[in-house]
């Protein structure tokens, strides 16, 4: 049994997803005389699109000592509240919502969704779209920062919960230079074969340049070619088309109004065969159309996008990219961790890539110290990472499910198909019949993934009721909170926050 951290580890490929592991493992390691080398080829471009995340992010810098002052400027990141929805539903009063990031802000006025989605999905008329009802939504909407003024006491002023946007190209220039800064080596070079010992670990790696690398632990980040674990290993890989169609992605930049403050959210507006993101980054909006290839032409699919932004994507340049959905079996096998995009990919509609890449390697950190660095608890880590990613899955399939377009093929597929989880199917199923939807999220613990809040959001934001709905009573009009007295009252606490534009200027 080992008990000491790997002396040396490989990394192959750069980008957001290799840089934050080597990072990660650097600032936890190195202690331990760990070093770690990352090679990456020349010929192999980083694609700098806007890029979102969840509030996850932020443990990621904490606990690498990085400043928001220090990092965002060089990234030109936002801040984010949360997501907007905008066509998903055609249900009226429902035709938009937000999925905000909750915080103690929330406990007086948001806790009055909880209660008015209850009385409607038991088929009483009570006001429940959740942009109604959370201040991230109305600081969205506003387009403020989730930071309050300074208070009158001087005291320090505490912010909202929040999570990040960015130029992902800048982001991981950035991560770069701090892994150097923790003696981190950067080499550039390709793999041209990978040899196996007898035991199936890898042995080493034979480079172009004539290289043998040899490492006691390998991290492929070489993207969904899986140059380690998929090519050289063999590991399955499983994919998700049968419940999530989208499997392409266009991706064309725009301009900000600079007269305009910069919105605090992101924006996936449901088109024809797809929906298109739009990411406020503080030099330009990052737009991207995410669609199935079963449905739509590149062709149609760019025309369709151009068709959205108007004259904001006049003359500029549309990347093409393709996607594959899903998982490998085991993330971490032999001597191979797989991060990023070579373990699996979850399309971007909640932003939760980097959220899977900082888990795994957060994870496979704590196993591997609570294993005295060994193997023992790689069984342990790999159905936790499936568990993740199928939990991520079974919340974005919800909005397909949940959808009520009725335009296109497309929609109507993604309505219409069974192939969902078990957990969703009687998640959807008790929050219909109006069952305890509270003992039903409890029942399945942490597999959810996300917490009680945002299922509510997904299935009150779509407008997931039933069609024929009894008015209020006089008694529950005045002990409801209305859609109008929560925004009200959200209203008058958002003058206490700073503008968006305004607090990214006090970060440079």
Known sequence: MQHQAPQEIVIIGGGTAGWMAANLLAHQWRSHGTQITLIESSDIGIIGVGEGSTPYLRQFFHRLGIQESEWMPACNATYKCGIRFPGWSTQPGYEQYVHPFFNQEDLKVGSELFTNARLRRRGTAAQANPQDFFIAAELARQRKAPFYLPRSDGRPAPATDYAYHFDS???????????????????????????????????????????????????????????????????????????????????????????????????????????VWQIPLSSRYGNGYVYASDFASPEQAETELRQHLGAAAHNKEARHLKMRVGRVEQHWRNNCLAIGLSQGFIEPLEATALMLIQFSVDLFIDQMEASQFSRSRQAQFNRRINQMFEGVRDYVVGHY?????????????????????????????????????????????????????????????????????????????????????????????????????QYLQLLK
């Open 169 to 275: 190209g800048l982001l991981g220039a950035f991560l770069k230079s701090h892994a150097a800064k923790l003696g981190v080596k950067h080499q550039l070079d390709t793999v041209a074969r990978v040899e196996l010992s007898e035991t199936g670990d890898i042995a080493r790696l034979l480079m172009h340049s004539g290289a043998i690398v040899k490492a006691e632990l390998f991290l492929d980040c070489s993207g969904f070619k899986g140059l380690l674990i998929n090519e050289a290993l063999g590991e399955p890989f499983v994919s998700f088309k049968d419940n999530l169609f989208n499997d392409r992605a266009i991706a064309i930049p725009s301009s900000l109004n600079e007269e305009e403050d910069i919105p605090s959210e992101t924006t996936s507006t449901a088109l024809r065969n797809g929906w």
């Open 401 to 501: 499910q949940l959808n009520t377009r009725h335009d296109s093929d497309y929609w109507r597929a993604n309505r219409a198909h069974r192939h969902i989880s078990d957990r969703l199917a009687s998640i959807l199923e008790v929050w219909d019949q109006g069952g305890d939807f509270e003992a039903e999220l409890t029942r399945h613990g942490e597999a959810l993934m996300y917490i009680r809040p945002s299922w509510y959001c997904l299935l009150a934001g779509m407008g997931r009721f039933p069609a024929d709905l009894k008015p209020l009573s006089t008694a529950q009009r005045q002990e409801l909170m209305s859609a109008e007295q929560a925004r009200a009252a959200l209203t008058d606490t958002v003058t206490q926050f700073y503008g968006h534009r």
